[in-house]
């Protein structure tokens, strides 16, 4: 079975701060990949990034940077001079290949608030 | 290019009816998935359709169905409402993750539901 945890419920910064949001997995399968999404007020859930677990280059687009660590099982993700359009939940994911498919498997959530 | 679009948006319920929700997928992707998502939790997987068959399935209920349509679109249904199938229900299309990566899910923006 897999899991994802998000162990910071809630985190407030003000504005230009650079923040950083903690994920760890778990899962049995040597292949899984790896998913950051936003979920603005209006309730969709929107597409950050993807990772594979063979691919442990960290990326950087524009000021989101993603840190992929297998050792530690973690997959954190930097908001750098973050802005308050920023403000959002954003949930960590994880996906495996199974012959019949695939699903995301959801951590529960960092709502992130930037102040002013 | 229309994304993945869901109705009603909001409805009210009362407990032991059944309610029917409805998506039309991104143009272009022929998988569709549902995902209950309770208020302040992540998104749970309910299940996953492609060609019109149930390919994989979460840990819910038989009183959870669907269907997909040959235009791709798709229903969830619910009997037998409880109070805690209250949720934010979303829809994500995609290509067939079969045929490739996974790849990322197009969510919609939900349909609320209140079961009182």
């Known amino acids: 079975a897999q899991k994802v945890t998000q162990a910071q419920t809630e985190i407030s910064v003000v504005e230009k701060e650079d923040v950083t949001l903690d994920c760890v997995y778990e899962?049995?399968?040597?292949?899984?990949?790896l998913f950051w999404y936003k979920q603005p007020p209006s309730g969709e859930l929107v597409f950050l990034i993807r990772r594979n677990s063979f691919d442990e280059q960290n990326e950087i687009s524009g000021r989101y940077s993603w840190n992929f660590q297998k050792s530690t099982s973690s997959f954190n993700f930097t908001i750098t001079a973050s802005q308050v359009v920023d403000s959002a939940v954003y949930f960590c994911a994880l996906s495996v290949r199974e012959t019949s498919g695939s699903r995301l498997t959801f951590g529960e959530g960092t709502q992130l608030t930037v102040n002013p | 290019d229309a994304g993945v679009t869901q109705s009603p948006t909001h409805l009210i319920k009362t407990r032991g009816q059944q309610v029917t929700l409805r998506c039309s997928p991104k143009s272009g992707h022929d998988t569709v998935s549902w995902y209950q998502q309770a208020l302040g939790q992540g998104p749970q997987f309910i299940f996953q359709?492609?060609?019109?068959?149930?390919?994989q399935r979460g840990n819910f209920p038989d009183r959870f169905s669907g269907h997909q349509f040959p235009n791709y679109s798709s229903e969830l249904n619910v009997n037998a409402l409880l109070l805690g199938d209250s949720a934010l229900y979303l829809c994500?299309?995609?290509?067939?993750?079969?045929?490739?990566?996974?790849?990322?899910?197009?969510f919609g923006e939900g349909s609320r539901l209140t079961v009182l």
């Open positions: 899962t049995r399968d040597t292949t899984y990949y």
């Open positions: 359709y492609y060609e019109e068959e149930e390919r």
């Open positions: 994500a299309s995609s290509l067939d993750p079969l045929a490739g990566l996974p790849g990322e899910l197009f």
